[in-house]
Antibody, heavy 118, light 110 residues
Framework: QVQLVQSGAELKKPGASLKVSCKAS????????MHWVRQAPGQGLEWMGI????????TYAQRLQGRVTLTRDTSTSTVYMELSSLRSEDTAVYYC???????????WGQGTLVTVPS | QSALTQPASVSGSPGQSIAISCTGT?????????VSWYQQHPGKAPKLMIY???DRPSGVSDRFSGSKSGNTASLTISGLQAEDEANYYC??????????FGGGTKLTVL
């Protein structure tokens, strides 16, 4: 079955960088685009960006432009999200989510909690 | 891109029907058929309930339905059940080739 497994929780210092992985199984990574979405504690969902694993093209949310980078390793069926210059407002659960070619997210990772103390 | 507007909370009794609205602009909800809805229980990842305004993924109950008029989309849940109590989020593709979510609606089953 389709599954997205993310890396574990992280505790980061302000100003540091973060890299979260999302390993896909049950399908061919390059056949579907992948989104990243985050959710601050007690808050709603925020779309961060999308990567097409077939070629690596990306689009990012304007408010994160310059701080977020999405990459992929097709040999391991893994997508990565890097976020730099971390601040306390980046404390959130980060999700990868597969695009189902219907402009929506049909399969989600389990989430990765990232904590950046103030 | 501003978040789509949803009511903070809605409630209903078991067996009743409720609707959750999602208001955007002519640059997102109003211009595209690509509105989707997600159910999220506390501590869990979101689950796709509706895509392309009114289509249901395989396995989602037909008690869930979606519609759109102008810049506002709606999710209707009929025959409310206790397990429907959750947070619901709408999402839309936008003219900037990005996606935007609503602020979320907490559904309480009385």
């Amino acid at each position: 079955q389709v599954q997205l497994v993310q890396s574990g929780a992280e505790l980061k210092k302000p100003g540091a960088s973060l890299k979260v992985s999302c390993k896909a199984s049950g399908y061919t990574l390059t056949s579907y685009k992948m989104h990243w979405v985050r959710q601050a504690p007690g808050q709603g969902l925020e779309w961060m960006g999308i990567i097409n694993p077939n070629g690596g093209s990306t689009t990012y949310a304007q408010r994160l432009q310059g701080r977020v980078t999405l990459t992929r390793d097709t040999s391991t069926s893994t997508v990565y999200m890097e976020l730099s210059s971390l601040r306390s407002e980046d404390t959130a659960v980060y999700y990868c989510a597969r695009d189902n070619w219907k402009w929506s997210f049909d399969c989600w990772g389990q989430g990765t909690l990232v904590t950046v103390p103030s | 891109q501003s978040a789509l507007t949803q009511p903070a909370s809605v409630s209903g009794s078991p067996g009743q029907s409720i609707a959750i609205s999602c208001t955007g602009t002519s640059s997102d909800v109003g211009d595209y058929k690509h509105v989707s809805w997600y159910q999220q229980h506390p501590g869990k990842a979101p689950k796709l309930m509706i895509y392309d305004v009114s289509d249901r993924p395989s396995g989602v109950s037909d008690r869930f339905s979606g519609s759109k008029s102008g810049n506002t989309a709606s999710l209707t849940i009929s025959g409310l059940q206790a397990e429907d109590e959750a947070n619901y989020y709408c999402s839309s593709y936008t003219s900037n080739n990005t996606w935007v979510f609503g602020g979320g609606t907490k559904l309480t089953v009385l």
